[in-house]
T-cell receptor, first 112, second 115 residues
C-alpha cells in the first residue's frame, strides 16, 4: 500500500541555518503531497502542498518540490527562526478514498 | 474561518471505562477522520466516514468504534479503555472523497490518559 518515510529527528539547528527535511513516498498513480506542521500543544496545520509532478509548494519561506523521478517531496527553508520549532509531517493522498497517509514526523528545534 | 473542534483538550479515564471523544466541523465537509498520534509512529488512521451513518475501518480500529449521526459530528468511542490507548487523538475533516487535491483540516487534539 501507499506509504511515506521521513528522516528521523529530532533536528536541532541554530537560528538562520538552512533546513532540509527529507520525505520519500511509495504510491500507485499520482498522489497529492502535503507538508503539515504541528506547533507545541496544537493540532496540525497545512504548511504547503503540491498536486502534480514538478509542482512547487511554498508558504512562510518553506518550499517543497514534487519529484516523481525520485518519489520525493523534501521540505526546505533558507533561514529558520526560533518560531519554526515544531513537528513537521509529510503526507500523501492517493486514490484510497481521500485518506491522508502520514510519515512519522520530524521534530525541529531551533536555538537562538 | 474553518474550524474543527474537539470537545476536550485533556481527559483522564480509568481502565475499563467507556470513553467518548467528540468532534464537530463547521465546513459542511463530507469526510471526517480519527487519527491517533504516538511519538515515532506519526499519525495512524483509526476510522473514517464519508457520509452520515457511513464508516470504514482505518489501520488500527481494534478497541474503537465510531458514530456519525449528523454530517457535522463524528464521535470516537473507546468501548473499554485500556492503558495502551493512552495517546493523542486528532480529528480531521475534508471535502468529498473524489477530490484528492484538497487538504484535511484538523482539530486541536485530545490528549487521553488511561490509568
Amino acid at each position: 500500500g501507499d506509504s511515506v518515510t521521513q528522516m528521523e529527528g529530532p533536528v536541532t539547528l541554530s537560528e538562520e541555518a538552512f533546513l532540509t527535511i527529507n520525505c520519500t513516498y511509495t504510491a500507485t498513480g499520482y498522489p497529492s503531497l502535503f507538508w503539515y506542521v504541528q506547533y507545541p500543544g496544537e493540532g496540525l496545520q497545512l504548511l504547503l502542498k503540491a498536486t502534480k509532478a514538478d509542482d512547487k509548494g511554498s508558504n512562510k519561506g518553506f518550499e517543497a518540490t514534487y519529484r516523481k523521478e525520485t518519489t520525493s517531496f523534501h521540505l526546505e527553508k533558507g533561514s529558520v527562526q526560533v518560531s519554526d520549532s515544531a513537528v513537521y509531517f509529510c503526507a500523501l493522498k492517493g486514490n484510497q478514498g481521500g485518506k491522508l497517509i502520514f510519515g512519522q514526523g520530524t521534530e525541529l528545534s531551533v536555538k537562538p | 474561518d474553518v474550524k474543527v473542534t474537539q470537545s476536550s483538550r485533556y481527559l483522564v479515564k480509568r481502565t475499563g471505562e467507556k470513553v467518548f471523544l467528540e468532534c464537530v466541523q463547521d465546513m459542511d465537509h463530507e469526510n471526517m477522520f480519527w487519527y491517533r498520534q504516538d511519538p515515532g509512529l506519526g499519525l495512524r488512521l483509526i476510522y473514517f466516514s464519508y457520509d452520515v451513518k457511513m464508516k470504514e475501518k482505518g489501520d488500527i480500529p481494534e478497541g474503537y468504534s465510531v458514530s456519525r449521526e449528523k454530517k457535522e459530528r463524528f464521535s470516537l468511542i473507546l468501548e473499554s479503555a485500556s492503558t495502551n490507548q493512552t495517546s493523542m487523538y486528532l480529528c480531521a475533516s475534508s471535502l468529498a472523497a473524489g477530490t484528492k487535491y484538497t487538504e484535511a483540516f484538523f482539530g486541536q487534539g485530545t490528549r487521553l490518559t488511561v490509568v
